[in-house]
């Protein structure tokens, strides 16, 4: 049997330089990076409403002890990881999720005082902007090159 190799676009990233844990992707592929772009978004959406959440779960903890008033923000800390990693799945194809983060919950706060999905998502931001702004630009050049002239 023959191989047929080409140019995909693809790039490795090994996480936290981790050789085993390696996200392939094209950063310009439009299926991944309108699903990463549109990933802050929704990543933006959920924060707010899990903000809400705790907001109103903070105004009934006079009415509930510790371990219920852990219990339940734990839930929906887990429920936040949940969606944060099926989105990422529906990205970057099953089981992304889990080799970028293995066990740890994505809602985990960080020394920087964001949380593990925020400190991922602009981490990985730039690969796509600085591959889209390189696109552009080879896509004004070519649309330059074949200008008809002006009379």
Known sequence: MQNLEFNTGMIELAIQGDPDRILRFNPSDGNVAGGFLGLIDKTNEKLK??????????????????????????????????????????????????????RVCVTAATENGSIVFMNFVNALLPFFTETIQARNKKIQQIIQDHKPPKR
Request: proline residues 0%; charged residues 35%; negative net charge.
């Open 49 to 102: 409403e899990l903000s809400v959440a705790e907001d109103a779960l903070q105004e009934k903890r006079a009415e509930m002890n510790d371990l219920e008033f852990a219990k339940q923000k734990n839930q929906m800390d887990v429920g936040a990881d949940a969606f944060f990693r099926a989105e990422l799945d529906a990205i970057f194809g099953t089981g992304t999720a889990e080799m970028v983060f293995d």
